[in-house]
């Protein structure tokens, strides 16, 4: 009776000012973040493609070695005379510049 109803006060802004915040965030985890990966991926995916016989590669185990032969799935890599690994094309991490076995 002696109180009158409360209403809410509108700041002013508008409503789909609370939307830009989150969008925002989105907008730049992908541009931080996903964007940079996937070409960083299809880099990597590039390099593996284009393995070929004498190529210097280093593995992500630390391996360095030249490419002898390359399968569908696996590279034969020579790391010393007359020892070959075979790893998976995945694991190759690197392409080294010629040479750089030999200033080693």
Do not use: C, H, W
């Amino acid at each position: 009776m002696f109180i009158s109803n409360a209403y809410a006060a509108t700041g002013g802004a508008p409503e789909y000012t609370q939307f830009l915040f989150p969008i925002a965030i989105v907008v730049l985890f992908y541009f931080m973040l996903i964007r940079p990966q996937m070409k960083q991926a299809k880099e990597q995916r590039k390099m593996i493609e284009a393995l070929q016989k004498g190529d210097e590669v280093s593995t992500s185990g630390g391996i360095i070695g030249t490419v002898s032969k390359v399968g569908d799935s696996f590279v034969a890599i020579e790391i010393a005379a007359g020892v070959i690994i075979n790893v998976q094309k995945p694991t190759i991490q690197t392409l080294l510049p010629k040479g750089t076995i030999k200033s080693i």
